[in-house]
């Protein structure tokens, strides 16, 4: 069997180190679900070789070495205003490696960017910026600018592309947590129910433009 990533869009074969779909060609590829054509028509089909192709719905790349590298799963993406695809995962894994931010949630879809929501680490960001935890808030221009170098240093890091750094950020009111319904059993952020409870947050953050900084 054999695994590649393929781009998203146009469905070609990406070299090592691209981000893209991964899928699965070979003998044992199964021809499909017993009769269920429609399922199987998601999920498999003949490739320009002619051999049964399986999309695993997953997001990755294939390193230099051979290896498997999954990133994050196709059913998250989403657009951008300006036709590019954004998986949110990678991103917020970058962010939420900042010993600043305890959790975090990307949101841009059908937007002109990125933004965040982000649950601050109140007590490490009072100690850094020798400030009150109540001081901690976005809007204060010392949190701002730590906060938004953070997501810069991050980001570059690990190499996000420039249309996946998000410009603004609001700070979330209390953690995500399974009791406020923004968290599984399993401890995952639901994203769609962060999105949904700080919706006027977000909103707030497209309305004066793509000056950086936070709400």
Known sequence: MECYAIDIVTGERLPAGEDGELVCTGPNIMN????????TDEVVEMNKDGKRMFHTGDIGKIDS???VLVTGRLKEQFKLENGKYVVPTPVEEAIGMSRFIAQVVLCGANRPYNVVVITPDTP??????KIGEDEVVATNIKVKTLIMNEIANQAESMNLKKFEVPKKFCFSNEPFT???QMQTPKLSIRRHMVI????SG???MYEDGE?????
Not at 32 to 39: M, S
Not at 124 to 129: D, F, S, T
Not at 196 to 199: I, P, Q
């Open 32 to 39: 499909g679900y017993h009769n269920k054509q429609e399922a």
């Open 65 to 67: 070495e051979g290896y």
């Open 124 to 129: 490490v960001i009072a100690a850094e910026l």
């Open 178 to 180: 399974v009791e406020n």
């Open 196 to 199: 949904k409870n700080y919706e």
């Open 202 to 204: 977000i909103n707030a």
């Open 211 to 215: 000056e950086v900084g936070g709400i």
